[in-house]
Nanobody, 118 residues
């Protein structure tokens, strides 16, 4: 499985952003796609995930209401839409994937840096 995330950059507080993750290497039926982030000096944390089949979503409490995860099956892409960016959203954002039967996230992209200035 290959995951390529892009869409990061330097933004200002209050801006909106959409990150994309293009997945390849297999069919993703019965897989779950996720986004994680790692802020400077902090551990990587879960942001959101979506089931490939039904599009069922789940979010970390800290991002509910501002982040939206979605997927587009036709082009094997998972998106993370962020609105009202805050400086604390500054982080490297990673996309990840795992089988719905797996308990760990075993496929990771290289990440895309999002920097939010106040």
């Amino acid at each position: 499985v290959q995951l390529q995330a892009y869409g990061g950059g330097l933004l200002q507080a209050g801006d909106s952003l959409r990150l994309s993750c293009v997945a390849s290497g297999r069919t993703f039926t019965n897989w779950i796609m996720g986004w994680f982030r790692q802020a400077p000096g902090k551990e990587r944390e879960f942001v959101a995930h979506i089931t490939w089949n039904l599009g069922t979503t789940h979010y970390a409490d800290s991002v509910k209401g501002r982040f939206t995860i979605s997927r587009e099956k036709a082009n094997n892409t998972v998106y993370l839409q962020v609105r009202n960016l805050k400086p604390e959203d500054t982080a490297i954002y990673y996309c990840a994937a795992r089988s719905s039967m797996a308990t760990i996230w075993n496929s990771w992209g290289h990440g895309t840096l999002v920097t939010v200035s106040s």
